[in-house]
């Protein structure tokens, strides 16, 4: 024993070493492919680019500032865990901002986002998110990501169905069939996705001289990416439906500044954003992502610990200076994933645009985004939600799926992760209870 001592310090060491930590942040940036890992950095934009906007139109949110610090943790967050790792806004912060008129505005919603990320802080560095990531089964996770997929699909489709008032967070009338945000162009958008990506990468055990032909045009339907070319589709028409937007542009960053949070936002914070957010950023920021992650790219290796600690350091640095409460998100990664994204470096280019616009344009990028056509940004929801639903299709067993599919319905009627997970935590012990007493 004493021997393999020093062999463990010296590895260890090693291992911590500058030149060993420049290689391994190299290799997490590093492209698996350009083209594919530039239209997976597009799948993230249905969830981020909606509530930005609303919070920016409703509630002054600062978009320069925001958008230079969510770069800066895609740069952060690529570099460390080498996946496409997204960085989304706390939708419950978001929602109670947008639901509560004047009484949570700015303040209200950096505390809210400040203790949320406190919270997540201590429970990462103590272990306990590591704790609670074991003891969690997989047919509730499943269930959290189940739930989350669907909503996310259901919120695409009204995003293509109605014309949305982001301001208000509301739906207005049916979206006209003709015109630069018309139904047809956001089915026709859908098709073009669907054919150039399919429902996704299936291993096949198929002769391969019988295949040869298929498998040559699926290689370069795989070079295609669909996801940017929609998205530059999407920035072309914004400035074709109101030209006169270029004037509205003015260059140069947002001025950044401390918020000052005084003691009633912080109440008001804590109790109408934090205790809504903290069980939706558990399961489906930490236990959700380390789960799926694992999934999707089984030769790494994820920690909740870890996770659980970056996010909660991102809001504790960011809010402070008026940048958008943020988490990780299920739903990204599965988008991301679902258009090409395999690496760190998806992230890294996503991240470094963020800054660059943060910088170069500042706040005053709100007016080209308010013309992006919304159909558009629901035909990447839809597909990262059912990217993220179709995840759960490893419940093999009766009793795995039942839990699954209790705890999913409950979360999307009750609209709440949390009771979702009571519900479909109840269950899974009812039945291995049942299963115990009944032979």
């Given at each position: 024993?004493?021997?393999?001592?020093?062999?463990?310090?010296?590895?260890?060491?090693?291992?911590?070493?500058?030149?060993?930590?420049?290689?391994?942040?190299?290799?997490?940036?590093?492209?698996?492919?350009?083209?594919?890992?530039?239209?997976?950095?597009?799948?993230?934009?249905?969830?981020?680019i909606?509530?930005?906007?609303?919070?920016?139109?409703?509630?002054?949110?600062?978009?320069?500032?925001?958008?230079?610090?969510?770069?800066?943790?895609?740069?952060?967050?690529?570099?460390?865990?080498?996946?496409?790792?997204?960085?989304?806004?706390?939708?419950?912060?978001?929602?109670?901002?947008?639901?509560?008129?004047?009484?949570?505005?700015?303040?209200?919603?950096?505390?809210?986002?400040?203790?949320?990320?406190?919270?997540l802080?201590?429970?990462g560095?103590?272990?306990?998110?590591?704790?609670?990531?074991?003891?969690?089964?997989?047919?509730?996770?499943?269930?959290?990501?189940?739930?989350?997929?669907?909503?996310?699909?259901?919120?695409a489709?009204?995003?293509?169905?109605?014309?949305?008032?982001?301001?208000?967070?509301?739906?207005m009338?049916?979206?006209?069939?003709?015109?630069?945000?018309?139904?047809?162009?956001?089915?026709?958008?859908?098709?073009?996705?669907?054919?150039?990506?399919?429902?996704?990468?299936?291993?096949?055990?198929?002769?391969?001289?019988?295949?040869?032909?298929?498998?040559?045009?699926?290689?370069?339907?795989?070079?295609?990416?669909s996801?940017?070319?929609?998205?530059?589709?999407?920035?072309?028409?914004?400035?074709?439906?109101r030209?006169?937007?270029?004037?509205?542009?003015?260059?140069?960053?947002?001025?950044?500044?401390?918020?000052?949070?005084?003691?009633?936002?912080?109440?008001?914070?804590?109790?109408?954003?934090?205790?809504?957010?903290?069980?939706?950023?558990?399961?489906?920021?930490v236990?959700?992502?380390?789960?799926?992650?694992?999934?999707?790219?089984?030769?790494?290796?994820?920690?909740?610990?870890?996770?659980?600690?970056?996010?909660?350091?991102?809001?504790?640095?960011?809010?402070?200076?008026?940048?958008?409460?943020?988490?990780h998100?299920?739903?990204?990664?599965?988008?991301?994933?679902?258009?090409?994204?395999?690496?760190?470096?998806?992230?890294?280019?996503?991240?470094?645009?963020?800054?660059?616009?943060?910088?170069?344009?500042?706040?005053?990028?709100?007016?080209?985004?308010?013309?992006?056509?919304?159909?558009?940004?629901?035909?990447?929801?839809?597909?990262?939600?059912?990217?993220?639903?179709?995840?759960?299709?490893?419940?093999?067993?009766?009793?795995?799926?039942?839990?699954?599919?209790?705890?999913?319905?409950?979360?999307?009627?009750?609209?709440?992760?949390?009771?979702?997970?009571?519900?479909?935590?109840?269950?899974?012990?009812?039945?291995?209870?049942?299963?115990?007493?009944?032979?």
């Amino acid at each position: 024993m004493d021997s393999e001592n020093p062999q463990t310090f010296e590895t260890q060491a090693e291992t911590s070493s500058p030149t060993n930590i420049v290689q391994k942040v190299r290799r997490n940036l590093s492209f698996k492919s350009k083209w594919a890992e530039l239209n997976g950095a597009m799948g993230d934009l249905g969830t981020y680019i909606p509530i930005v906007l609303a919070l920016t139109l409703a509630k002054d949110l600062n978009l320069g500032t925001t958008l230079i610090f969510t770069g800066l943790y895609n740069i952060v967050t690529g570099a460390i865990y080498g996946v496409p790792m997204p960085v989304q806004p706390m939708k419950s912060i978001a929602a109670a901002a947008l639901s509560n008129g004047s009484g949570f505005d700015i303040p209200e919603i950096m505390a809210a986002g400040v203790c949320t990320g406190a919270i997540l802080l201590v429970l990462g560095a103590t272990g306990l998110m590591q704790m609670v990531y074991k003891l969690i089964p997989l047919s509730v996770v499943r269930g959290i990501q189940l739930s989350q997929g669907l909503a996310f699909a259901m919120s695409a489709v009204k995003y293509i169905r109605k014309v949305q008032d982001f301001s208000k967070s509301k739906s207005m009338g049916n979206r006209q069939w003709l015109g630069l945000d018309g139904l047809v162009l956001a089915l026709f958008c859908a098709c073009f996705i669907t054919v150039v990506n399919g429902a996704g990468q299936e291993r096949h055990n198929v002769d391969e001289e019988r295949n040869i032909r298929r498998k040559r045009m699926r290689k370069i339907m795989a070079t295609i990416p669909s996801a940017f070319i929609v998205f530059v589709l999407g920035v072309v028409l914004a400035f074709i439906r109101r030209p006169k937007v270029v004037n509205d542009i003015k260059f140069g960053p947002s001025a950044m500044e401390v918020v000052k949070i005084p003691g009633h936002s912080w109440k008001e914070g804590f109790i109408k954003g934090t205790i809504p957010q903290l069980p939706l950023s558990i399961l489906n920021s930490v236990i959700a992502v380390c789960k799926l992650s694992s999934d999707l790219f089984p030769e790494r290796e994820f920690s909740a610990t870890s996770v659980s600690v970056t996010v909660g350091l991102m809001n504790l640095v960011g809010c402070w200076f008026g940048a958008m409460p943020c988490c990780h998100g299920a739903g990204g990664l599965a988008g991301q994933y679902k258009f090409g994204g395999r690496s760190g470096g998806c992230v890294a280019i996503l991240g470094a645009a963020k800054m660059v616009l943060g910088l170069v344009l500042g706040t005053s990028l709100v007016m080209i985004l308010h013309q992006f056509p919304v159909g558009i940004l629901g035909v990447l929801l839809l597909f990262a939600g059912i990217e993220l639903a179709m995840s759960c299709r490893d419940m093999n067993s009766k009793e795995e799926s039942f839990v699954m599919l209790i705890c999913a319905a409950v979360s999307l009627v009750g609209s709440s992760a949390a009771l979702g997970f009571v519900c479909g935590m109840l269950v899974h012990v009812l039945l291995k209870l049942r299963t115990l007493c009944v032979p």
